[in-house]
């Protein structure tokens, strides 16, 4: 059993930045981010191979998103740059031990059995 405890969520305006974190506890291979908005189902933002340098992002997130990890505190980040109003969503952690191999599939909610709380993120416009 893994847990996820997300942080750094908060409101911020357009344009803005904000980072993610998510300290897991416990053993992973993937790690990705995911996002809810009210209304939507649960969409991929970026997953990262636990100690490897690969990485996927989803395309409404490409160039402004950036996913990394600290190896040594077992942490994920989410660094959001130009921040867009429909950005708004609740963000989730997710990790799984058996990913497979790294691929698109890292941003389907279905490859993932651990998941955070979620953490608030609001932009205004």
């Known amino acids: 059993q893994v847990q996820l405890v997300e942080s750094g969520g908060g409101s911020v305006q357009a344009g803005g930045s904000l980072r993610l974190s998510c300290a897991a506890s416990?053993?992973?291979?993937?790690m990705g981010w995911f996002r809810q908005a009210p209304g939507k189902e649960r969409e991929g933002v970026a997953a990262?191979?636990?100690?490897?340098?690969?990485?996927i992002y989803g395309d409404s997130v490409k160039g402004r998103f950036t996913i990394s990890q600290d190896n040594a505190k077992n942490t994920v980040y989410l660094l959001m740059n130009s921040l867009k109003p429909e950005d708004t969503a609740m963000y989730y952690c997710a990790s799984d031990l058996a990913c497979g191999p790294f691929g698109s599939w890292w941003l389907l909610v279905s490859t993932y059995r651990y998941w955070g709380q979620g953490t608030q993120v609001t932009v205004s416009s």
């Open positions: 990262i191979a636990t100690g490897d340098i690969s990485t």
């Open positions: 416990g053993s992973t291979h993937c």
